[in-house]
């Protein structure tokens, strides 16, 4: 039975999963915050899933009255990552300051849709490079899954590997997703345009996997 108060206690929840979503963190803890975000959103996933299950109508119209799975909004400053390449070395978001970041997040590598996404942005990386932009690509697959994909398709540009979930959650992209009637959570396929400085100034949501790297060559060239 959908009382009152359980009204209540799912609408704290998904507030829980929305909040913790956004909590940012810094150069100092990083560790200790990252650890303690991870397992309140794994307990609070945990029982939305339970709940979920039980009363559905009444936690989608939940979660569309707060507004939740928002992506991150144009003209925030971008979070800041650190994440190991497709050979292992460490990037961060402040190594491209001066330089405009396309920052792409896909499901996962050797699929259909992102390896068409993927030898797409490979083919029109020379026009990135024109335009003072690089191409970073992001998934929780593995560096040794990132290679054997780099190498396979001659991809010329950086896949960075996020298997602990911390850039992507920070850019708000491991979402619910829907697939023949199932729910999971998953990479909502996502891209980023961040300036010179650091500033998201375009964020695009669901898009689609082969048109989008001419969709954010066309925004270089507004």
């Not at 996933?45 to 939740?68: H, L, S, V, W």
């Not at 964020?203 to 996997?209: I, L, Q, S, T």
Request: net charge positive; proline share 5%.
């Amino acid at each position: 039975m959908y009382t009152p108060l359980l009204h209540g206690i799912m609408t704290l929840l998904c507030k829980i999963q929305a909040g913790l979503r956004h909590i940012m963190p810094g150069p100092h803890g990083f560790k200790i915050k990252y650890l303690l975000r991870s397992r309140l959103l794994f307990r609070a996933n945990g029982i939305m899933t339970f709940a979920y299950a039980e009363f559905k109508p009444d936690c989608n119209a939940i979660r569309k009255q707060i507004g939740g799975n928002h992506m991150l909004k144009e003209g925030t400053k971008a979070p800041a990552f650190s994440l190991p390449d497709q050979n292992g070395k460490l990037h961060n978001l402040e190594d491209y300051r001066g330089q405009k970041v396309i920052l792409y997040f896909y499901p996962k590598d050797n699929t259909p849709g992102c390896t068409n996404q993927a030898c797409n942005f490979g083919e029109l990386y020379p026009q990135f490079q024109e335009k003072n932009a690089v191409v970073l690509g992001v998934s929780k697959d593995s560096v040794a899954s990132h290679k054997k994909f780099e190498e396979k398709y001659n991809l010329p540009f950086t896949l960075l590997s996020d298997p602990g979930l911390s850039c992507i959650q920070a850019y708000d992209v491991w979402q619910e997703k829907k697939n023949y009637g199932k729910v999971s959570m998953g990479v909502v396929r996502t891209t980023y345009l961040i300036d010179e400085e650091g500033v998201i100034i375009k964020a695009f949501g669901k898009v689609k996997a082969a048109e989008n790297p001419t969709q954010m060559l066309n925004e270089l060239n507004k």
